[in-house]
């Protein structure tokens, strides 16, 4: 399993520089980025996954162990990105959405059998053919996790991922998505406004300042 490593990142806009940071996550940790809004967490996860804006100018590399990413295309960056919202597609059922981010690996039985174990293992193993406007928030938190699992990424970024679950659910949802990411051996990277899904992680957290700045860490992850 490959660790995720931040080297030298720096984000500006404009003349304004945004965040400094150099880290590494090592498989099957999680990692929580926090601060203030405008400091550029999701900037950051956007710089990862190769979708920043052009607003927006980085330097650093982003690595997979010795594989340089960010020079690459999003879609061969093979990074799984969870955000707040499910985003499951409302013209496909429960199936149809975990089919569409696999990789086309062995035959279309053998893929409709690993939709199926993978909906059994979180206790929807009757939902495949389920409209995803009639899930619950949990149940579409549950789904849109499985298909970013299923497409096989070596990394996973979590944007505020359980700001929209009700108080009820979230702490469920919340200790069910983090025992995977572990299981699955995955480095994962969270940024969130929420304290308690950043002591929920167990892990390292990253606390940025207005200037961008990391606190809460070594000298070497964190510079000026």
Same mark, same amino acid.
């Given at each position: 399993?490959?660790?995720?490593?931040?080297?030298?990142?720096?984000?500006?806009?404009?003349?304004?520089?945004?965040?400094?940071?150099?880290?590494?996550?090592?498989?099957?940790?999680?990692l929580?980025?926090?601060?203030?809004?405008?400091?550029?967490?999701?900037?950051?996860?956007?710089?990862?996954?190769?979708?920043?804006?052009?607003?927006?100018?980085?330097?650093?590399?982003?690595?997979?162990?010795?594989?340089?990413?960010?020079?690459?295309?999003?879609?061969?960056?093979?990074?799984?990105?969870?955000?707040?919202?499910?985003?499951?597609?409302?013209?496909?059922?429960?199936?149809?959405?975990?089919?569409?981010?696999?990789?086309?690996?062995?035959?279309?039985?053998?893929r409709? &059998?690993?939709?199926?174990?993978?909906?059994?293992?979180?206790?929807?193993?009757?939902?495949?053919k389920?409209?995803?406007?009639?899930?619950?928030?949990?149940?579409?938190?549950?789904?849109?996790?499985?298909?970013?699992?299923?497409?096989q990424?070596?990394?996973?970024?979590?944007?505020?991922?359980?700001?929209?679950?009700?108080? &009820?659910?979230?702490?469920?949802?919340?200790h069910?998505?983090? &025992?995977?990411?572990?299981?699955?051996?995955?480095?994962?990277?969270?940024?969130?406004?929420?304290?308690?899904?950043?002591?929920?992680?167990?892990?390292?957290?990253?606390?940025?300042?207005?200037?961008?700045?990391?606190?809460?860490?070594?000298?070497?992850?964190?510079?000026?």
């Open positions: 399993m490959a660790s995720l490593i931040l080297d030298d990142i720096v984000i500006e806009q404009g003349q304004h520089r945004l965040l400094s940071l150099d880290t590494t996550v090592e498989p099957g940790e999680v929580t980025v926090m601060g203030p809004s405008g400091v550029g967490k999701s900037t950051l996860l956007a710089y990862i996954a190769g979708f920043l804006s052009p607003a927006f100018q980085a330097q650093g590399r982003v690595l997979l162990d010795d594989t340089r990413i960010d020079t690459l295309p999003a879609e061969q960056r093979h990074v799984g990105l969870l955000f707040q919202d499910p985003l499951l597609f409302p013209h496909l059922d429960v199936a149809g959405n975990l089919a569409f981010g696999m990789v086309r690996e062995g035959t279309r039985r053998q409709r &059998e690993r939709i199926q174990k993978a909906l059994a293992s979180v206790g929807l193993e009757a939902f495949a389920r409209d995803p406007a009639t899930l619950s928030g949990g149940q579409k938190a549950r789904v849109a996790l499985l298909r970013v699992l299923l497409s990424p070596r990394a996973i970024l979590l944007d505020e991922p359980f700001s929209k679950l009700d108080a &009820e659910r979230r702490g469920e949802i919340r069910w998505v983090f &025992e995977r990411v572990r299981h699955s051996r995955l480095p994962t990277l969270m940024v969130t406004h929420d304290e308690a899904d950043a002591q929920a992680t167990g892990g390292r957290i990253l606390r940025l300042t207005e200037r961008g700045i990391a606190m809460g860490t070594t000298d070497q992850e964190a510079r000026t």
